[in-house]
């Protein structure tokens, strides 16, 4: 049996079944159990579990991080939230200097099994606080393994794996995908943390995007549509490991690539994909690799500034017709995602 | 003591009302930015800003409407920050939650919490080496004293022996959670005092007391050249973020809103300038007030947005 | 009494003859690891981990040597982890500063100052959980509680009222920089005590002593269901890294040493012994482990390094 | 006058002539001020300026970092010293989003000249939280500007530079350059924080360098001189703002390039390094853009495998030979850097 869910729900579903299922999950972080539940993606927990294994904490990110990982090394499976994934900065150094190596360090005898969730903070007047997405970051770091999946099936799938992995996961969600809607089976398990997929296939050019981008790729898809343009949209999903295979697959086959990463640009992720692409598409690449993401500057809080800021649709859809050589389509008449007027999936 | 009560009175009845207009017209959609309002803590922002001399310095937390106001008493680049606009004190680029005037000495706020009370300390130890005499006050609320930073500035402060003062503004909630689930401490002044720095408490909303207590902080810090920490209470009205009530919501409990409301810092102040003032004379003042927030309002309405080419502009310097 | 003492003797000697055999030896240039040495803290080492079940566990810091012999009793992966081989508790993947040894409960140690702290904290929310009557203790000096992590965990594990023992073992010195140019404060202890959890201090180097007071504190978690704090002070007798004393570098006085030399944990607990024990008695117990000491050196010295594809294992599991 | 001094001098004395002319300039950090002078690198510093302007701290690196960013706002120019970049994880909330932030959030009303001094800890058996680099994250970040000068002379003239600019500029050292040797004028001042530079040119291979990797390649290229190739080698010095024109010209002219960065390498410099020349390059490109970084795991600390995990000049070679088609040199004559066997500048 297959409904229509939103993404906000998904995770839900996820964390209340892992945690039905295995005593050892629990769920925690700032504010998390109060009645704002966390976008009421940790809805019904605090009541089903009680307190002890769904609580909020003091505003202590780094020691809760550190906290994490003791409850990991001792058997349970912690999922830290964090509201805005800027706020992990404050988590950094247990995440990167403990979390990432006490496996290793520990010669492969302690695991840590511990779900980090982050949600980008994006949002009307948000600013600069509350805006990054810190990817790149993580995925540097040997030792973390970094999803971001952008439908509600890829959520509670990739969110099950996740609580199910005997090692950290940095999982992050765009606060915008919480609204939207797609199919989810009633009997969605695990879904891999590794591997791209292709969302909508396509034979001219390929889009590959992460998290939200892929929505802004989907509706540039739709509208080349109609100009007879066939974009293949990837959803990178997993940025560490990143499975490049899938990528290069679909740009050997159209021989166009334009990366749209939600993030800035300079030393991103998509330098990453970029380098992978050209280093494995060489001889079919048509064009040089696009990339598009955030404008290089900290993020402004007035709406007009904030739009110019964030990358949509409009920039994949200009990006796609410079490599096709198309002239410019007129936009006029199309409508676009903005948070005035607000999104309604399933895509 | 009529003066002194007059201008405390002024700059409570203008956050006051300039946050009411926020209020009023913020479901028009015109100011895009997330509003957490100084509304009910007043006579902390007045009475310590007021004890501070023009050229002092303060920082703050994405709820700083009120120090904003008190320090810099303007509001057209007030409203214009809040309508986004090119005319706004920083263009636009700040919004609500990161409001600064360095004329006026709001040198940073931020929405991360705790995240100016280190920066408070560095601030204070430039102006000592600068013997320029400037004092530095940082608010920040009872969520912030969580964070480590905070034990970390308050120790090194110490040692460091800065002249600065923190102003911890407890309305004993950070978002939705009450101080005793996330405090270790029966108080937290019993903590700071073991610390070497002075201790002053409060639950007062009168903004002299507050005054005065603050004039006892800066000389205690002036004379012992240590920090000294102010542990204030007060009751926030409002929702987190948002001008809304939210007594509904079943977080907490509408009847201790109704004992601070008796105690309004803003009805307060005016029942008891009328021992000084009639009642025309205190509604003059209020009247300008009124007059210069709407004009404020109309101007921050009738400016242009920024450029796009704006974005770009103020990375690097 | 006398089978206690003799077992905190055992404890005493395989640390201290350890690390001796560490000193002679680390010139010849096999143990490539930077050496934080635990030589004149054995007491608290040895008190606090003989206090505790073998199941219950501990965490420290780079200078854990002490730690490690005291939990695990074991020498062949010590030694064997020092050399950098194969056979090393983590395949010389650890070295000195990370050494863990999870069947003897020590699970986690840090070069990073103060982050095992939090770990602790969620180590003992686990058992908590698991309801397996298993204490955490997590030592650290006295540089760490500088850090905000040590008050973020601190405040945290008092409000979640988690079976932890904090154990500060304060040299009175961080690297080369002394408490009293790092601390805002007269005492610690002071400070913690406003925590709500219990404070236990001493300044003794007789490892019963800390014994004692360690089932004391332990006692006293169980009873109360909330965190104790030791505050411990002792003399670090050798350079901040490295094997060496550096009283000639000038920052710090010899003089202090020497009170402290005398009443050295390790002969201290000798001389009890003598109340108890024939000098051959002891001298065997000693022969005994200094026999182990240069068997697991041998070992360690003729096994193989691991081998270059080692380098890729475990990083995930 | 050109004098010899060490990387490790350079630094100091940039230093001492800054805090000489301004009296606005201080240093500090964790043991800035202990006998030990980090690595003796603020040597003589507390003795001429007194200990107000060259100061130990309490170990409390976030609220330092904080208090660096309240002194600059207020005309002072701190130094913030980190004995290791690790150490900076700790101070990653206030670096990222306060002090990146503050000029653009005050709509250019307020300056932030800072610097933050973070060394490189790599070194025998110092294992895995004591041998990061992270200048990826920091160019990552809008606001920052990230440099990592290779030579005594750019160490020199870019700390001044540095401390003279009125933006926060992570300044990041390598441990084992401390010992280096180089030219030095006597009045070196300023050098541009902006500008890769030819190393050594060359005509037959590119080898892109950051910090200590350019002193791999130089011994790469003395060696592969002997077989008849002729490698430039480019130190970046500049991780943001990137200074791509001078490696892209380079490859542009010998057809090949090795990136060869301190760094690891998924999501790492490396892949922005590539992504440029590949974009730029494309129809100059006689090969594929070779990139060379740390093993993709945390660094052991048992010195075999530590050798493993670091790339070095052997790496290089290998990856020239393979580009240029060449059979593998036999190597076994030669010397190679190693901690055992202490590198002698100058390169
Ligand atoms: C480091 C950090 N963690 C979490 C948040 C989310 N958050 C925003 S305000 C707030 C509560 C702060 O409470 P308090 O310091 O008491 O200030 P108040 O809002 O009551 O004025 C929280 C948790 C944040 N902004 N920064
Ligand atoms: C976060 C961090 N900052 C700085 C350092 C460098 N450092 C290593 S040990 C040390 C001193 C720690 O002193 P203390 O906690 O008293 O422990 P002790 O060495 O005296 O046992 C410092 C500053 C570090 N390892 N981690
Ligand atoms: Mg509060
Ligand atoms: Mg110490």
Redesign the interface.
């Given at each position: 049996m297959t409904r229509m869910i939103t993404y906000r729900d998904a995770i839900q579903e996820a964390t209340a079944e892992e945690m039905r299922r295995d005593s050892g999950v629990?769920t925690y972080g700032?504010?998390v159990a109060?009645?704002?539940r966390i976008f009421n993606s940790s809805k019904g927990l605090v009541e089903e579990f009680g307190p002890?294994?769904c609580f909020?904490?003091?505003?202590?990110?780094?020691?809760?991080?550190?906290?994490?990982?003791?409850?990991?090394?001792?058997?349970?499976r912690?999922i830290h939230v964090h509201m805005r994934v800027?706020?992990l900065?404050?988590g950094?150094?247990?995440l990167?200097?403990?979390i990432?190596?006490?496996?290793?360090?520990?010669?492969?005898?302690?695991?840590?099994?511990m779900v980090i969730r982050a949600i980008i903070g994006r949002g009307?007047?948000?600013?600069?606080?509350?805006s990054?997405a810190l990817h790149?970051?993580f995925?540097?770091?040997?030792?973390l393994?970094v999803v971001m999946p952008s439908t509600p099936r890829d959520a509670k799938g990739m969110l099950i794996a996740a609580i199910r992995d005997?090692?950290p996961v940095v999982f992050i969600e765009h606060r915008w995908l919480y609204d939207a809607v797609g199919e989810v089976p009633e009997d969605c398990t695990s879904i891999s943390l590794e591997g791209a997929r292709v969302l909508r296939p396509g034979k001219d050019i390929t889009v590959v995007g992460t998290s939200w981008m892929n929505v802004e790729a989907i509706r540039a898809a739709q509208i080349l549509e109609k100009h007879g343009v066939d974009v293949e949209v990837v959803d990178v999903r997993s940025?560490?490991p990143?499975d490049s295979k899938t990528i290069i697959d679909s740009v050997k086959k159209t021989g166009h690539c334009v990366v749209a990463d939600n993030d800035?640009v300079?030393?991103?992720?998509?330098?990453?994909v970029?380098?992978a692409v050209?280093?494995a598409c060489?001889k079919q690449l048509k064009s040089?690799?696009a990339?598009i993401g955030y404008?290089?500057?900290?993020c402004?809080?007035?709406?007009?500034?904030e739009d110019?800021?964030y990358p949509n649709a409009i920039d994949i859809i200009r990006s796609v017709e410079s490599k096709l050589g198309l002239k410019p389509i007129d936009l006029s008449g199309e409508d676009f995602y903005s948070y005035e007027n607000k999104f309604k999936g399933p895509f | 003591m009529k003066d002194l009560n007059i201008e405390l009175y002024r700059k409570l009845y203008l956050i006051r009302k300039a946050e009411d207009a926020v209020r009023r017209d913020y479901f028009s959609d015109k100011m895009?930015?997330?509003m957490h309002m100084s509304t009910g803590g007043e006579a902390i922002c007045v009475g310590v800003c007021h004890a501070l001399a023009n050229t002092d310095q303060v920082m703050g937390t994405y709820r700083s409407h009120g120090i904003y106001l008190a320090k810099s008493g303007e509001t057209d680049q007030f409203f214009a920050e809040m309508y986004?606009?090119a005319t706004?004190m920083a263009?636009?680029?700040?919004?609500?939650?990161?409001l600064t005037s360095p004329k006026s000495g709001l040198i940073c706020t931020?929405?991360?919490?705790?995240t100016t009370i280190p920066v408070a300390a560095g601030a204070a130890y430039a102006n000592k080496m600068q013997k320029n005499g400037k004092m530095v006050a940082v608010f920040f609320g009872d969520?912030?004293i969580?964070?480590?930073v905070f034990w970390e500035t308050l120790n090194s402060a110490c040692v460091m022996k800065l002249p600065v003062l923190f102003v911890c503004e407890d309305n004993d909630i950070?978002?939705?959670?009450p101080g005793k689930?996330?405090?270790?401490y029966r108080s937290i002044s019993e903590v700071v005092e073991r610390f070497d720095c002075t201790v002053f408490t409060s639950d007062s909303t009168d903004a002299e007391v507050i005054h005065k207590l603050t004039q006892d902080a800066l000389k205690t810090i002036r004379d012992s050249g240590r920090p000294a920490f102010m542990h204030l209470k007060y009751f926030r009205y409002l929702e987190h973020v948002g001008v809304n009530e939210d007594f509904n919501?079943?977080?907490r409990d509408r009847i201790e809103y109704e004992k601070w409301r008796a105690k309004d810092p803003v009805d307060l102040q005016r029942a008891k300038l009328l021992r000084w003032c009639k009642e025309d004379e205190i509604r003059a003042i209020e009247t300008e007030i009124e007059s210069r927030i709407e004009q404020s309002i109309k101007k921050a309405d009738a400016a242009p947005?920024?450029a796009?080419n704006?974005?770009?502009e103020d990375?690097l310097a």
């Amino acid at each position: 049996m297959t409904r229509m869910i939103t993404y906000r729900d998904a995770i839900q579903e996820a964390t209340a079944e892992e945690m039905r299922r295995d005593s050892g999950v629990f769920t925690y972080g700032i504010d998390v159990a109060d009645h704002k539940r966390i976008f009421n993606s940790s809805k019904g927990l605090v009541e089903e579990f009680g307190p002890d294994r769904c609580f909020s904490t003091p505003l202590a990110e780094d020691a809760m991080t550190g906290f994490g990982l003791g409850a990991a090394i001792n058997g349970m499976r912690p999922i830290h939230v964090h509201m805005r994934v800027d706020f992990l900065l404050l988590g950094m150094n247990q995440l990167v200097n403990m979390i990432a190596t006490h496996h290793y360090g520990s010669g492969g005898t302690m695991k840590v099994p511990m779900v980090i969730r982050a949600i980008i903070g994006r949002g009307w007047g948000q600013s600069y606080q509350h805006s990054k997405a810190l990817h790149s970051w993580f995925a540097h770091v040997p030792g973390l393994k970094v999803v971001m999946p952008s439908t509600p099936r890829d959520a509670k799938g990739m969110l099950i794996a996740a609580i199910r992995d005997d090692n950290p996961v940095v999982f992050i969600e765009h606060r915008w995908l919480y609204d939207a809607v797609g199919e989810v089976p009633e009997d969605c398990t695990s879904i891999s943390l590794e591997g791209a997929r292709v969302l909508r296939p396509g034979k001219d050019i390929t889009v590959v995007g992460t998290s939200w981008m892929n929505v802004e790729a989907i509706r540039a898809a739709q509208i080349l549509e109609k100009h007879g343009v066939d974009v293949e949209v990837v959803d990178v999903r997993s940025i560490a490991p990143f499975d490049s295979k899938t990528i290069i697959d679909s740009v050997k086959k159209t021989g166009h690539c334009v990366v749209a990463d939600n993030d800035w640009v300079h030393c991103g992720f998509s330098a990453e994909v970029a380098a992978a692409v050209y280093e494995a598409c060489y001889k079919q690449l048509k064009s040089p690799v696009a990339r598009i993401g955030y404008a290089p500057v900290p993020c402004p809080c007035t709406r007009p500034l904030e739009d110019e800021f964030y990358p949509n649709a409009i920039d994949i859809i200009r990006s796609v017709e410079s490599k096709l050589g198309l002239k410019p389509i007129d936009l006029s008449g199309e409508d676009f995602y903005s948070y005035e007027n607000k999104f309604k999936g399933p895509f | 003591m009529k003066d002194l009560n007059i201008e405390l009175y002024r700059k409570l009845y203008l956050i006051r009302k300039a946050e009411d207009a926020v209020r009023r017209d913020y479901f028009s959609d015109k100011m895009k930015t997330p509003m957490h309002m100084s509304t009910g803590g007043e006579a902390i922002c007045v009475g310590v800003c007021h004890a501070l001399a023009n050229t002092d310095q303060v920082m703050g937390t994405y709820r700083s409407h009120g120090i904003y106001l008190a320090k810099s008493g303007e509001t057209d680049q007030f409203f214009a920050e809040m309508y986004g606009k090119a005319t706004g004190m920083a263009k636009g680029k700040a919004g609500s939650m990161h409001l600064t005037s360095p004329k006026s000495g709001l040198i940073c706020t931020s929405a991360i919490v705790g995240t100016t009370i280190p920066v408070a300390a560095g601030a204070a130890y430039a102006n000592k080496m600068q013997k320029n005499g400037k004092m530095v006050a940082v608010f920040f609320g009872d969520g912030a004293i969580d964070e480590g930073v905070f034990w970390e500035t308050l120790n090194s402060a110490c040692v460091m022996k800065l002249p600065v003062l923190f102003v911890c503004e407890d309305n004993d909630i950070a978002v939705h959670i009450p101080g005793k689930d996330r405090h270790g401490y029966r108080s937290i002044s019993e903590v700071v005092e073991r610390f070497d720095c002075t201790v002053f408490t409060s639950d007062s909303t009168d903004a002299e007391v507050i005054h005065k207590l603050t004039q006892d902080a800066l000389k205690t810090i002036r004379d012992s050249g240590r920090p000294a920490f102010m542990h204030l209470k007060y009751f926030r009205y409002l929702e987190h973020v948002g001008v809304n009530e939210d007594f509904n919501q079943g977080y907490r409990d509408r009847i201790e809103y109704e004992k601070w409301r008796a105690k309004d810092p803003v009805d307060l102040q005016r029942a008891k300038l009328l021992r000084w003032c009639k009642e025309d004379e205190i509604r003059a003042i209020e009247t300008e007030i009124e007059s210069r927030i709407e004009q404020s309002i109309k101007k921050a309405d009738a400016a242009p947005f920024s450029a796009p080419n704006e974005l770009y502009e103020d990375v690097l310097a």
